[in-house]
């Protein structure tokens, strides 16, 4: 029997958000082993002083989709991941607006993956980049004082 993921999960992955995905307003369009495209919608709960996007917001859309792909990813190979760095820059201001962001793998090997995203407006122009280095864990690895499972992608 097959561990490998089915071909696409984003709609299993948009029916058990929860958490941090949920509240940043993540929904996936798409999500392979080779690619997690997802939205999010800047609203004025996202702005920060200056009416424009927290970059926090952009940096937890990086962290969120490189993650979920590492972990389809690891899925298939009964890892799970745990972000050990995230490099997220921003390019341009936005005030308000959808938000599409696309991450690809750099690199998958046996302990780390590099994952890289890319989030653009609806006028298709470049509101910031980043880079995620992430950590594979085998079966009953310690986490944070517990044993981990198996991950799910976006949670």
Same mark, same amino acid.
Request: hydrophobic share 35%; charged share 25%.
């Given at each position: 029997?097959?561990?490998d993921?089915?071909? !696409? #999960?984003?709609p &299993?992955m948009?029916a058990?958000?929860? &958490?941090? %995905?949920?509240?940043?307003g993540i929904?996936y369009?798409?999500?392979?082993? %080779?690619?997690?495209?997802?939205e ?6 996202? +702005? +920060?002083?200056?009416?424009? /996007? ?7 859309a990086? @962290? ?9 990813d690891?899925?298939a ?5 745990? &972000?050990? @760095?995230?490099? =997220?820059?921003f390019?341009r /201001?936005?005030?308000?607006?959808r938000l599409? #962001?696309r991450a =690809?793998?750099? =690199?998958?090997?046996r302990? =780390?993956q590099?994952? @890289?995203?890319?989030?653009? !407006?609806e +006028? !298709? ?6 880079r995620v280095r992430?950590?594979c864990?085998?079966?009953?690895? !310690?986490l /944070?004082g517990?044993?981990?499972?198996? +991950?799910?992608?976006?949670?």
């Amino acid at each position: 029997m097959s561990t490998d993921p089915p071909s !696409d #999960i984003a709609p &299993g992955m948009n029916a058990h958000l929860g &958490g941090w %995905d949920e509240l940043l307003g993540i929904r996936y369009l798409t999500a392979t082993r %080779d690619e997690i495209v997802a939205e999010y919608t800047v609203e004025v709960r996202h +702005q +920060q002083g200056y009416g424009i /996007a927290h970059g926090g917001v952009h940096c937890s859309a990086v @962290e969120s989709v490189c993650s979920a792909g590492a972990a389809v990813d690891g899925m298939a190979r009964g890892l799970s991941v745990v &972000g050990l @760095e995230n490099h =997220t820059t921003f390019v341009r /201001a936005v005030r308000a607006g959808r938000l599409r #962001i696309r991450a =690809t793998p750099i =690199t998958r090997g046996r302990r =780390t993956q590099v994952w @890289e995203a890319t989030v653009r !407006d609806e +006028q !298709d122009r470049v509101v910031a980049t980043g880079r995620v280095r992430l950590l594979c864990l085998e079966p009953d690895a !310690d986490l /944070a004082g517990e044993k981990v499972g198996r +991950q799910s992608p976006g949670g």
